[in-house]
């Protein structure tokens, strides 16, 4: 039985608040900000507050990779913006998608997933799983109709990223929570370029939402973080399973990941406003091809965007003309913005998704998810809009 160390709110408030208000337990010295919990173990009272509490009679804290006041916190905070009941912090974003499944399935169980899916999830799909009997098949994430055929009687579980990783393409949301409720299966999503500030997909129907704490919850490119959330019953299992393989969030991760909350709202909003000013920079320029961004009026899912979330993210999604040799000259010439494989940092990230995050995908799987050659990916970050035009301006300018 996990610790419940928050503070209880009395009413709900808005997700900005809940972001900054909510808090564990104060201490007897009364501090503001909450405090560093750098423990592996917690003592007992006595031999029968021992004995109750492993009988999971008591809700308290045991040890650090059950729980930690400081993952305590983040997670009720995480649990608040998204409409969830209870939540699990992990050390990766890979450690929650993979102990969330691994929770869930069984050996000779099946899942339904969106073909645009992270390329380490897509390893998981195509090598760990099958090890263990579990199978998958995908749909295209513009095909919903793709994702009701291929549903059999072992599925378990309908999967989905949106917007998706790295072409930022939008899936309705609502429409798969009916499909799932239909065929009585988990809705699962990845909310990770979202964020449960601007999106929060148990609205629509999902079960559980994970997150990568690494990107823009984290923020400054600091730590690596994961976490699951949604129903008390379902987040008991993956609590359970994690509790014996010990994926556990480090606590000092945690509160880094807990402040860095506070200003989610502020920062996300910023990023947002920033990529939204890229994007339409991008589409006039002429050695783009194509831009992508939920926002922006092109996008093919944009009234979709407009409905499921607040404001369109922190990621662009473009082509530059001349295929490998046009993307080689782009990231040769970049000078300010970082050739990095992250994304959700204060600084502008571009990253080539074909040779770093999708580069175990076919070339044939990744054109199925709509990653060709030429695609680059940039996690727009905090400098002056100007200053990341210019620099890309000058990239694409160099470009045959």
Not at 38 to 57: I, K, N, W
Not at 128 to 144: A, M
Not at 187 to 192: A, K, M, P, R, T
């Amino acid at each position: 039985m996990k610790p419940k160390e928050h503070q209880v709110m009395k009413k709900r408030h808005q997700p900005e608040t809940e972001a900054i208000r909510t808090q564990i337990n104060r201490t007897e010295f009364l501090e503001h900000s909450a405090p560093l919990y750098l423990s592996s173990s917690f003592v007992f009272e006595d031999a029968e507050d021992m004995r109750a509490s492993f009988a999971e009679e008591k809700e308290r804290t045991i040890y650090s990779r059950y729980s930690n006041p400081n993952t305590s916190e983040w997670i009720e905070k995480v649990c608040k913006m998204e409409g969830a009941e209870d939540g699990f912090a992990f050390a990766s974003g890979m450690a929650a998608v993979f102990s969330t499944f691994a929770a869930l399935l069984n050996s000779g169980d099946h899942v339904v997933s969106s073909r645009s899916v992270f390329g380490s999830t897509h390893t998981l799909f195509t090598q760990v799983f099958p090890k263990w009997n579990i199978s998958h098949s995908y749909f295209r994430y513009d095909r919903l109709e793709e994702a009701e055929a291929l549903i059999r009687p072992e599925t378990r579980i309908l999967y989905a990223e949106s917007p998706t990783n790295p072409g930022v393409d939008v899936l309705d949301l609502e429409a798969l929570g009916q499909l799932a409720r239909k065929h009585n299966l988990l809705l699962v999503i990845d909310n990770c370029f979202a964020t449960p500030y601007l999106q929060q997909p148990i609205r629509f129907g999902a079960d559980l939402v994970i997150h990568s704490g690494t990107k823009l919850m984290d923020g400054q490119g600091r730590v690596l973080a994961g976490i699951t959330v949604g129903s008390r019953e379902l987040i008991d299992r993956v609590y359970r399973f994690s509790r014996i393989t010990g994926p556990a969030l480090s606590p000092f991760n945690a509160w880094l990941l807990s402040k860095s909350m506070e200003t989610l709202a502020v920062r996300v909003d910023r990023h947002c406003e920033n990529a939204l000013k890229i994007a339409e920079f991008l589409s006039s320029h002429p050695k783009v091809n194509w831009v992508k961004y939920p926002f922006l009026k092109t996008h093919p899912q944009y009234e979709l965007a407009k409905k499921q979330m607040k404001a369109g993210g922190c990621v662009v999604a473009f082509e530059v003309q001349g295929g490998v040799d046009g993307g080689r000259t782009f990231f040769d010439q970049i000078e300010l913005l970082s050739l990095s494989a992250n994304l959700g940092d204060t600084r502008s990230i571009v990253t080539h998704p074909a040779s770093t995050t999708h580069s175990k995908l076919s070339p044939e799987d990744r054109l199925e998810s709509g990653i060709t050659d030429g695609m680059v990916r940039i996690s727009v970050g905090l400098e002056h809009p100007d200053d990341i035009c210019a620099d890309l301006g000058q990239a694409l300018d160099a470009v045959k």
